[in-house]
């Protein structure tokens, strides 16, 4: 899984687990800061988000452009210091909350705008690595590690919010509550509540900007491993480095199967990212979240999770391993983590109440411990030639999100709509259902989100590599504001039409991509 991978593909997934780490920090706590520092309400808080991550998504499109010209690694460094300034501008208070909501503004957007030059410009300089024959044929297992790498980031994200912000309002003498439930709990100490709870989610801003200089760090200590894959095709000519060259139709059909499939996963990123949504309402509303008992509280354990995660590593270590010493450490490692894991368990309370933010981190989480898995299916498959290509892979990943769903459609059966519903809860549910189909989505996105963008690496025409990895962001930020639509239908609509809504999405989508199979795979051939 590891071996054979150039050096380079290692520095630059590192920096970017630092960048991603602190991006999903922040995101965990960001309308509920909102909420707490402005008293929006969700429709207020949930157009700024949407906003917001539109932007973050569609910006690599302009920051590709902009690399097209004057080099990835340029606009790599510009993006980490812009982004620095927007979590500054979050994190550090302002006299007034006039002042407060335009610093808001201001650093999103600039958080935005340097995600744009930083986030799909890195992705070029990994595909880069993989245009050496000598590693071509690793770019798919190399995208998943990459993909790997910004999980890790992802799945501690929460755990790191809630072990900022709890201590801090402590410590001012308060004890969180759901924001919904602040001004009846705390009544008339609601105003210093609130402005308590804000100041510590400030807390996560600073994480983000920290994050963020460590992925400097790395970037720039481990350079000289990726240096020669910094090169654009106007810096290529100039240096009179070999370009693959491309006719008028080769590059027409190329940037036409790319539009094809941006087409197709925006379909994907707006069912997907229900997980913000639909799916953390669902969790909200239907599901058991106090007085989890039994090996179901392990799910709810950051360290159990981590710990099991890093063991599936270790124990393909012990079957890929060439020698007997170390397949006896990866063997010993492995125990160990078991060990830890089920340690971390024992010395939780019999009866665990979580919350909503916890199912925040199954995503993130089944990424990292399924990645071994994927990488060596697929391995196994190319040896014996049978490898499915990348576009059916993603048709694949887009019948499976509409299987995903249909795990939670079975669980909705019997359920009051919450257009019935209204402000009450109905917390009947086993969280086993909901976590189902985060795993069932996860199987879903490696199959699809880094499968497509080794493919955009792939096929993308030299002189459009950052205005096509743009593009992919851009479908992603499509996606990201369709999301919208499920959450607007919340109260509409009966909860089993709303599921069912998605999954026709879905399989429409992987049909769709089954169909023009043929024609993006001889786009891959030309």
Not at 62 to 80: E, H, N, Q
Not at 206 to 230: E, G, M, P, Q, T
Not at 492 to 505: D, E, Q, S, T, Y
Request: glycine share 8%.
């Amino acid at each position: 899984m590891f071996k054979g991978q150039p050096k380079g593909l290692y520095a630059l997934a590192l920096a970017n687990t630092g960048e991603r780490f602190g991006y999903y920090t922040m995101l965990a706590i960001f309308t509920l800061y909102m909420r707490a520092k402005f008293g929006w309400d969700e429709n207020a808080a949930g157009q700024v988000y949407a906003i917001f991550l539109a932007g973050v998504y569609f910006m690599p499109l302009i920051g590709g452009m902009i690399a097209d010209r004057i080099g990835y690694g340029k606009c790599v460094t510009i993006g980490a210091f812009v982004m620095i300034a927007g979590y500054l501008s979050l994190a550090v208070p302002m006299a007034t909350q006039a002042v407060d909501k335009w610093t808001l503004f201001g650093g999103l957007a600039m958080i935005a705008v340097g995600t744009g030059l930083f986030k799909g410009n890195l992705q070029v300089l990994v595909g880069n690595l993989y245009d050496d024959p000598k590693y071509a044929d690793k770019r798919d297992a190399a995208f998943s590690l990459f993909y790997m790498a910004i999980n890790i980031g992802a799945m501690f994200a929460p755990a790191m919010a809630k072990a900022l912000y709890n201590p801090y309002i402590e410590g001012a003498g308060f004890h969180f509550v759901p924001i919904d439930n602040a001004v009846v709990a705390y009544a008339s100490q609601s105003g210093e509540y609130l402005q308590s709870l804000a100041a510590g989610y400030r807390l996560c801003f600073y994480v983000a900007c920290a994050s963020l200089v460590l992925s400097l760090i790395i970037y720039f200590a481990c350079r000289s491993w990726f240096k020669h894959a910094d090169v654009n095709t106007k810096q290529a000519k100039k240096q009179d480095v070999q370009v693959q060259e491309l006719t008028p139709e080769q590059t027409r059909a190329r940037i036409v199967a790319l539009l094809l499939v941006f087409a197709v996963v925006i379909f994907f990123w707006m069912a997907f990212h229900q997980n913000g949504s639909a799916l953390t309402f669902f969790a909200d509303k239907y599901t058991k979240l106090n007085g989890i008992t039994g090996l179901s509280r392990m799910w709810f354990n950051i360290w159990s999770l981590a710990l099991i995660a890093v063991s599936i590593y270790t124990l393909f270590a012990i079957f890929q391993s060439d020698t007997r010493k170390a397949r006896t450490i990866a063997g010993i490692a492995t125990l160990a983590l078991w060990g830890g894991a089920i340690a971390f368990y024992l010395h939780m309370p019999q009866s665990f109440n979580a919350v909503t933010s916890d199912f925040q981190q199954f995503n993130p989480f089944f990424v990292v411990a399924l990645t071994p898995i994927s990488v060596a299916v697929f391995g196994a498959l190319g040896r014996k030639g049978k490898e499915p290509s990348a576009p059916v892979k993603i048709g694949l990943g887009m019948l499976l999100a509409g299987v995903g769903f249909a795990v939670i459609t079975v669980a909705s059966t019997g359920l009051i709509s919450p257009k019935d519903l209204g402000d009450s809860a109905q917390s009947v549910l086993n969280p086993n259902w909901l976590i189902g189909t985060y795993f069932t989505l996860t199987v879903a996105e490696l199959l699809l989100s880094p499968m497509g963008i080794s493919f955009v690496s792939k096929v993308a025409p030299p002189q459009y590599k950052g205005l096509m990895m743009g593009g992919w962001f851009a479908a992603t930020a499509i996606g990201n504001y369709l999301s919208r639509i499920p959450s607007a239908l919340w109260n509409k609509i009966p909860l089993m039409a709303n599921w069912a809504i998605l999954i026709g999405l879905c399989v429409i989508a992987g049909l769709i991509m089954f169909i023009l199979r043929r024609k993006l795979e001889a786009a891959t051939q030309d």
